[in-house]
């Protein structure tokens, strides 16, 4: 059985995922704030009667919470493949964007995959098809439209993690890739753009619509699988033709 952590499950690209790999025989470990809507994920999973579920509570931001959750990760057997798809966005003007928002920002977006990373190594190396994923951002290959510079910034740094971090940990047979989505139907979007926000976005994307959260996982699925097994350090563009 494959054991897949997935941080930032309960929403968006997460959740996405969690569903696509509940088709497999997984034990799926998901992080989120909520314990009703990891208990939900729970209910969803227990449905397939093939695939399990263990949700850990965990806001970020709370030292005993975080240091719980690397605790409970590092018991398992083996990891097959990290997902760090939690992160945070802001719209704030550079001239209004304090420090405080700064750090916190680049805290979850680039701070924890690092933490995620490095404390997991040891259960990686016990898996035969070892990797990490992490989730940039089309802002990250380019700029963002409607978000601000700090989470320009954190998205970019994680390409350079995760190019690092293949060279670096390839020595472990643990490949690192990455998937940087265009604008996608999540909740984190709806916050950011408006209805004609949408809109005059969709003119300029080549495919004429936003990405699904259900098409990002899929190529999530595919880094994780024995199919992608020479693909390491790589970038993936899932933007609708937006480069």
Same mark, same amino acid.
Request: hydrophobic residues 40%; proline residues 2%.
């Given at each position: 059985?494959?054991?897949?952590?997935?941080?930032?499950?309960?929403?968006?690209?997460g959740?996405?995922?969690v569903k696509?790999?509940?088709?497999?025989d997984?034990l799926?470990v998901?992080?989120?704030?909520s314990?009703?809507?990891?208990?939900?994920i729970?209910?969803?999973?227990?449905?397939?009667?093939k695939?399990?579920?263990?949700?850990?509570?965990?806001?970020?931001?709370?030292?005993?919470?975080?240091?719980n959750?690397?605790?409970?990760?590092?018991?398992?057997?083996?990891?097959?493949t990290?997902?760090? =798809?939690?992160g945070?966005?802001a719209?704030?003007?550079?001239?209004?964007i304090?420090?405080?928002?700064?750090?916190?920002?680049m805290?979850?977006?680039?701070?924890?995959?690092f933490l995620?990373?490095k404390k997991?190594i040891?259960?990686?190396?016990?898996?035969?098809n070892a =990797?990490?994923?992490?989730?940039?951002?089309?802002?990250?290959?380019?700029?963002?439209?409607?978000l601000g510079?700090?989470?320009t910034?954190?998205?970019s740094a994680?390409i350079?993690?995760?190019?690092?971090?293949?060279?670096?940990l390839?020595m472990?047979?643990?490949?690192?890739?990455c998937?940087?989505?265009?604008?996608t139907?999540?909740p984190?979007?709806?916050? =950011?753009?408006?209805?004609?926000g949408?809109?005059?976005?969709?003119?300029?994307?080549?495919?004429?619509?936003?990405?699904?959260?259900?098409?990002q996982?899929?190529?999530?699925?595919f880094?994780?699988?024995?199919?992608s097994?020479y693909?390491n350090?790589?970038?993936?563009d899932?933007?609708?033709?937006?480069?």
């Amino acid at each position: 059985m494959k054991t897949i952590v997935i941080t930032g499950a309960t929403s968006g690209i997460g959740l996405a995922c969690v569903k696509k790999f509940i088709k497999d025989d997984c034990l799926i470990v998901g992080t989120g704030r909520s314990i009703m809507r990891l208990n939900y994920i729970n209910k969803i999973v227990s449905k397939t009667k093939k695939s399990k579920f263990i949700g850990i509570k965990c806001n970020f931001f709370n030292p005993k919470e975080l240091n719980n959750l690397i605790n409970k990760l590092k018991k398992l057997k083996k990891i097959d493949t990290l997902i760090n =798809s939690a992160g945070l966005s802001a719209k704030t003007k550079v001239e209004r964007i304090n420090l405080n928002e700064w750090n916190n920002l680049m805290y979850v977006n680039v701070t924890i995959p690092f933490l995620m990373s490095k404390k997991l190594i040891k259960n990686l190396t016990k898996s035969k098809n070892a =990797s990490i994923i992490n989730i940039s951002s089309i802002a990250g290959r380019l700029r963002s439209i409607s978000l601000g510079c700090h989470y320009t910034t954190s998205k970019s740094a994680l390409i350079g993690m995760t190019r690092h971090l293949a060279m670096e940990l390839s020595m472990y047979k643990i490949r690192v890739n990455c998937v940087a989505p265009s604008q996608t139907l999540t909740p984190m979007l709806k916050k =950011s753009l408006t209805e004609m926000g949408k809109k005059k976005l969709v003119e300029k994307i080549p495919l004429k619509r936003l990405s699904t959260a259900d098409e990002q996982a899929e190529v999530i699925y595919f880094l994780a699988s024995k199919n992608s097994s020479y693909v390491n350090g790589a970038i993936f563009d899932v933007n609708g033709g937006q480069l």
